[in-house]
Protein backbone atom coordinates (compact mmCIF):
# COMPACT_ATOMS: atom_id res chain seq x y z
CA UNK A 1 0.00 0.00 0.00
CA UNK A 2 1.38 3.11 -0.63
CA UNK A 3 1.09 6.68 0.64
CA UNK A 4 1.80 7.98 4.33
CA UNK A 5 -1.73 7.70 5.79
CA UNK A 6 -2.92 4.42 6.78
CA UNK A 7 -6.58 4.84 8.05
CA UNK A 8 -7.55 2.15 10.82
CA UNK A 9 -8.13 -1.67 9.52
CA UNK A 10 -6.31 -0.67 5.96
CA UNK A 11 -3.76 -3.50 7.07
CA UNK A 12 -5.63 -5.55 8.61
CA UNK A 13 -3.95 -9.09 8.91
CA UNK A 14 -5.39 -11.87 11.08
CA UNK A 15 -5.50 -10.54 14.85
CA UNK A 16 -3.41 -7.65 13.74
CA UNK A 17 -5.71 -4.39 13.13
CA UNK A 18 -2.55 -2.62 11.79
CA UNK A 19 0.30 -3.75 10.46
CA UNK A 20 3.36 -1.53 9.45
CA UNK A 21 6.40 -3.42 8.63
CA UNK A 22 9.86 -1.69 6.94
CA UNK A 23 8.78 -3.46 3.62
CA UNK A 24 5.30 -2.28 3.64
CA UNK A 25 6.57 1.42 4.57
CA UNK A 26 9.13 1.23 1.90
CA UNK A 27 12.20 1.74 4.04
CA UNK A 28 14.23 -0.15 6.42
CA UNK A 29 13.70 -0.28 10.31
CA UNK A 30 10.65 0.92 12.01
CA UNK A 31 7.39 -1.20 12.43
CA UNK A 32 4.34 -1.30 14.46
CA UNK A 33 1.35 -4.07 14.79
CA UNK A 34 -1.41 -3.98 16.96
CA UNK A 35 -3.19 -7.09 18.21
CA UNK A 36 -6.43 -6.95 19.72
CA UNK A 37 -7.90 -9.95 21.52
CA UNK A 38 -10.95 -11.26 22.68
CA UNK A 39 -11.60 -12.36 26.28
CA UNK A 40 -9.58 -15.24 27.10
CA UNK A 41 -8.04 -14.41 23.71
CA UNK A 42 -4.33 -15.81 23.16
CA UNK A 43 -1.82 -15.19 19.99
CA UNK A 44 1.57 -16.89 19.52
CA UNK A 45 4.28 -15.15 16.85
CA UNK A 46 8.04 -14.88 16.11
CA UNK A 47 10.05 -11.56 16.29
CA UNK A 48 12.16 -12.56 13.20
CA UNK A 49 14.99 -9.98 12.75
CA UNK A 50 12.73 -7.57 14.87
CA UNK A 51 13.32 -6.13 18.76
CA UNK A 52 9.66 -5.39 19.85
CA UNK A 53 7.87 -4.13 22.79
CA UNK A 54 4.26 -4.93 24.08
CA UNK A 55 2.72 -2.24 25.41
CA UNK A 56 -0.66 -2.03 26.70
CA UNK A 57 -3.11 0.13 24.69
CA UNK A 58 -6.36 -0.99 26.79
CA UNK A 59 -6.44 -3.94 28.87
CA UNK A 60 -3.86 -6.19 30.46
CA UNK A 61 -2.40 -9.39 29.69
CA UNK A 62 0.40 -12.27 30.28
CA UNK A 63 3.58 -12.36 27.92
CA UNK A 64 5.18 -15.37 27.74
CA UNK A 65 9.16 -15.60 25.67
CA UNK A 66 10.96 -18.60 26.20
CA UNK A 67 11.31 -19.43 30.07
CA UNK A 68 10.24 -15.99 30.78
CA UNK A 69 6.66 -14.70 31.53
CA UNK A 70 5.60 -11.24 32.63
CA UNK A 71 2.19 -10.31 33.74
CA UNK A 72 1.23 -6.82 32.35
CA UNK A 73 -1.22 -4.60 34.51
CA UNK A 74 -1.80 -2.62 31.68
CA UNK A 75 -4.77 -0.16 31.16
CA UNK A 76 -8.53 0.38 30.50
CA UNK A 77 -7.18 2.88 27.61
CA UNK A 78 -4.16 5.52 26.56
CA UNK A 79 -5.84 8.51 28.78
CA UNK A 80 -6.34 6.45 31.85
CA UNK A 81 -2.93 5.98 33.13
CA UNK A 82 1.01 5.63 32.33
CA UNK A 83 1.28 1.13 31.92
CA UNK A 84 3.74 -1.37 31.74
CA UNK A 85 5.21 -2.87 29.01
CA UNK A 86 7.59 -6.10 28.22
CA UNK A 87 10.65 -6.10 25.78
CA UNK A 88 10.82 -8.89 23.26
CA UNK A 89 14.00 -10.17 21.57
CA UNK A 90 14.26 -10.67 17.83
CA UNK A 91 14.62 -14.29 16.40
CA UNK A 92 11.99 -15.09 19.37
CA UNK A 93 8.28 -17.06 19.89
CA UNK A 94 6.46 -14.71 22.43
CA UNK A 95 2.59 -15.61 23.07
CA UNK A 96 0.30 -12.78 24.04
CA UNK A 97 -2.89 -14.04 26.62
CA UNK A 98 -5.37 -11.51 27.91
CA UNK A 99 -7.93 -12.49 30.29
CA UNK A 100 -10.52 -9.92 29.85
CA UNK A 101 -8.97 -9.24 26.18
CA UNK A 102 -7.81 -6.13 24.79
CA UNK A 103 -5.28 -4.23 22.51
CA UNK A 104 -1.80 -4.15 22.16
CA UNK A 105 0.66 -2.06 20.87
CA UNK A 106 3.59 -4.15 19.22
CA UNK A 107 6.56 -0.99 18.23
CA UNK A 108 9.46 -2.91 16.44
CA UNK A 109 12.54 -2.42 15.03
CA UNK A 110 15.28 -4.48 12.83
CA UNK A 111 17.86 -5.33 15.18
CA UNK A 112 21.29 -6.98 15.04
CA UNK A 113 21.89 -7.43 18.74
CA UNK A 114 19.72 -10.01 21.16
CA UNK A 115 19.20 -8.37 23.93
CA UNK A 116 17.08 -10.40 27.03
CA UNK A 117 13.82 -9.77 27.27
CA UNK A 118 12.80 -7.52 30.32
CA UNK A 119 9.68 -6.12 31.65
CA UNK A 120 9.08 -2.43 32.27
CA UNK A 121 7.21 -1.03 35.29
CA UNK A 122 5.04 1.72 34.40
CA UNK A 123 6.67 3.59 37.91
CA UNK A 124 9.67 3.79 36.30
CA UNK A 125 8.52 5.54 32.97
CA UNK A 126 9.59 9.21 32.76
CA UNK A 127 6.60 11.18 32.29
CA UNK A 128 7.63 14.42 30.62
CA UNK A 129 6.09 17.82 30.52
CA UNK A 130 6.83 19.41 27.20
CA UNK A 131 6.05 22.85 25.35
CA UNK A 132 3.71 25.65 27.47
CA UNK A 133 0.43 27.45 26.76
CA UNK A 134 -1.44 25.66 24.14
CA UNK A 135 1.64 24.04 23.00
CA UNK A 136 2.10 21.59 26.45
CA UNK A 137 1.26 18.00 25.87
CA UNK A 138 2.79 14.96 27.99
CA UNK A 139 5.54 13.05 26.38
CA UNK A 140 5.85 9.52 28.30
CA UNK A 141 9.63 8.53 27.59
CA UNK A 142 9.37 4.64 28.41
CA UNK A 143 11.05 3.75 25.70
CA UNK A 144 13.21 6.71 24.73
CA UNK A 145 17.51 6.73 24.93
CA UNK A 146 18.47 6.64 28.36
CA UNK A 147 15.08 5.58 29.70
CA UNK A 148 15.69 1.41 28.48
CA UNK A 149 17.89 0.08 26.30
CA UNK A 150 17.33 -1.40 22.96
CA UNK A 151 19.29 -2.25 19.95
CA UNK A 152 17.48 0.33 17.51
CA UNK A 153 14.09 1.20 18.62
CA UNK A 154 12.72 4.44 20.17
CA UNK A 155 9.20 4.73 21.35
CA UNK A 156 7.48 7.35 22.86
CA UNK A 157 3.92 8.50 23.83
CA UNK A 158 2.07 11.52 23.40
CA UNK A 159 -0.68 13.14 25.05
CA UNK A 160 -2.06 16.15 23.59
CA UNK A 161 -4.69 18.05 25.67
CA UNK A 162 -7.76 19.13 23.60
CA UNK A 163 -7.48 22.30 21.89
CA UNK A 164 -3.37 22.09 21.99
CA UNK A 165 -0.76 21.32 19.57
CA UNK A 166 2.38 18.98 20.03
CA UNK A 167 5.06 18.00 17.45
CA UNK A 168 5.46 21.46 17.33
CA UNK A 169 7.47 23.77 16.43
CA UNK A 170 7.81 21.29 13.32
CA UNK A 171 10.83 19.54 12.72
CA UNK A 172 12.57 16.61 10.70
CA UNK A 173 15.06 14.28 11.49
CA UNK A 174 16.58 12.75 7.70
CA UNK A 175 19.70 14.09 7.82
CA UNK A 176 22.87 13.03 10.32
CA UNK A 177 25.10 15.28 11.68
CA UNK A 178 25.24 17.48 14.99
CA UNK A 179 21.88 17.93 16.87
CA UNK A 180 19.86 15.70 14.17
CA UNK A 181 19.38 11.94 13.60
CA UNK A 182 18.25 9.85 10.70
CA UNK A 183 14.89 8.34 11.71
CA UNK A 184 11.83 6.53 10.26
CA UNK A 185 8.84 7.52 12.22
CA UNK A 186 5.72 5.67 12.95
CA UNK A 187 2.64 7.91 14.39
CA UNK A 188 -0.41 5.64 15.76
CA UNK A 189 -3.14 7.88 16.85
CA UNK A 190 -5.75 7.28 19.20
CA UNK A 191 -8.55 9.97 20.48
CA UNK A 192 -10.60 10.47 23.62
CA UNK A 193 -14.78 10.28 22.87
CA UNK A 194 -16.99 12.81 24.54
CA UNK A 195 -19.13 11.81 27.53
CA UNK A 196 -22.48 10.79 24.65
CA UNK A 197 -19.91 8.54 23.10
CA UNK A 198 -18.99 10.96 19.84
CA UNK A 199 -15.66 9.55 17.88
CA UNK A 200 -12.56 12.45 18.58
CA UNK A 201 -10.61 13.33 15.25
CA UNK A 202 -6.98 15.23 15.14
CA UNK A 203 -5.00 16.80 12.14
CA UNK A 204 -0.90 15.55 11.21
CA UNK A 205 0.90 17.70 9.46
CA UNK A 206 3.95 16.40 6.94
CA UNK A 207 5.49 18.63 4.51
CA UNK A 208 8.88 18.61 2.54
CA UNK A 209 12.34 19.58 4.26
CA UNK A 210 13.66 20.12 0.96
CA UNK A 211 13.68 19.45 -3.42
CA UNK A 212 14.59 15.65 -3.15
CA UNK A 213 11.90 15.81 0.09
CA UNK A 214 8.56 15.27 -1.51
CA UNK A 215 6.59 14.02 1.43
CA UNK A 216 3.28 16.18 1.81
CA UNK A 217 0.17 15.39 4.00
CA UNK A 218 -2.31 17.09 5.84
CA UNK A 219 -4.83 14.53 7.66
CA UNK A 220 -7.55 13.96 9.36
CA UNK A 221 -6.36 11.21 12.18
CA UNK A 222 -8.94 9.40 13.91
CA UNK A 223 -8.70 6.40 16.54
CA UNK A 224 -6.40 3.40 15.24
CA UNK A 225 -5.28 5.64 11.71
CA UNK A 226 -1.10 5.78 11.08
CA UNK A 227 0.84 8.22 9.83
CA UNK A 228 4.48 7.79 8.33
CA UNK A 229 7.10 10.22 8.09
CA UNK A 230 10.24 8.72 6.29
CA UNK A 231 11.92 12.20 6.08
CA UNK A 232 10.61 15.55 5.71
CA UNK A 233 9.31 18.32 8.32
CA UNK A 234 6.22 16.55 10.76
CA UNK A 235 4.63 18.64 12.82
CA UNK A 236 2.08 19.76 14.46
CA UNK A 237 0.03 17.52 15.66
CA UNK A 238 -3.58 18.99 16.40
CA UNK A 239 -5.87 18.32 18.68
CA UNK A 240 -9.33 19.65 18.20
CA UNK A 241 -11.69 21.38 21.36
CA UNK A 242 -13.28 18.71 23.20
CA UNK A 243 -11.03 15.61 22.04
CA UNK A 244 -7.58 14.88 23.70
CA UNK A 245 -5.47 13.31 21.22
CA UNK A 246 -2.72 10.68 21.73
CA UNK A 247 -0.04 9.04 19.59
CA UNK A 248 2.65 6.26 19.78
CA UNK A 249 5.58 7.27 18.15
CA UNK A 250 8.03 4.76 16.85
CA UNK A 251 11.54 5.49 15.24
CA UNK A 252 14.62 3.44 14.22
CA UNK A 253 17.29 4.50 11.98
CA UNK A 254 20.79 3.22 10.79
CA UNK A 255 22.89 5.39 13.24
CA UNK A 256 25.95 3.79 15.25
CA UNK A 257 23.98 4.95 18.91
CA UNK A 258 20.20 5.60 19.32
CA UNK A 259 19.20 8.89 19.30
CA UNK A 260 16.25 10.80 19.08
CA UNK A 261 18.05 14.21 17.99
CA UNK A 262 16.06 16.55 15.29
CA UNK A 263 16.08 19.90 13.75
CA UNK A 264 13.13 22.48 13.54
CA UNK A 265 11.88 24.07 10.85
CA UNK A 266 14.09 27.41 10.86
CA UNK A 267 11.10 29.58 9.68
CA UNK A 268 9.34 28.41 13.03
CA UNK A 269 12.22 27.20 15.95
CA UNK A 270 11.79 31.09 16.98
CA UNK A 271 8.43 29.18 18.74
CA UNK A 272 10.06 28.05 21.37
CA UNK A 273 11.90 30.86 22.86
CA UNK A 274 8.27 32.59 23.27
CA UNK A 275 7.38 29.38 25.97
CA UNK A 276 9.97 31.25 28.48
CA UNK A 277 7.96 32.48 31.11
CA UNK A 278 4.34 30.95 29.23
CA UNK A 279 2.82 28.63 32.42
CA UNK A 280 2.32 25.23 31.02
CA UNK A 281 -1.00 24.15 30.66
CA UNK A 282 -2.63 22.75 34.36
CA UNK A 283 -4.32 19.80 32.65
CA UNK A 284 -1.18 18.00 32.02
CA UNK A 285 0.54 15.49 32.83
CA UNK A 286 -3.06 13.99 31.82
CA UNK A 287 -2.28 10.58 33.54
CA UNK A 288 0.23 8.73 35.55
CA UNK A 289 1.44 5.49 36.57
CA UNK A 290 -1.34 5.39 39.11
CA UNK A 291 -4.10 6.83 36.97
CA UNK A 292 -4.80 9.77 39.05
CA UNK A 293 -5.42 12.93 36.56
CA UNK A 294 -3.95 15.68 38.87
CA UNK A 295 -5.94 19.48 37.99
Known amino acids: MSGLHRPARSTVDGPFTTV ?4 SAGWRYSGLRV ?3 APGGAHTFHTGPDEALVLPLAGGCEVRCGADRFDLAGRTGVFDRVTDFAYLPLGTDATITAPAGGRFALPAARASRRLPARYGRAEDVPAETRGAG ?3 RQVNNFCAPGTFETDRLCAVEVLTPAGNWSSYPPHKHDEAGPGE ?4 EIYYFETASTRD ?3 GFGYQRVYPSGPDRT ?3 CAEVRDGDVVLVPYGY ?4 MAPPGYHLYYLNVLAGPGARRSMAFCDDPAHAWVRDSWVGQPTDPRVPLSTADGRRPG
Open 215 to 217: ADL
Open 35 to 37: LEL
Open 20 to 23: VTPE
Open 181 to 184: AVLE
Open 197 to 199: GTA
Open 234 to 237: HGPS
Open 134 to 136: QAT
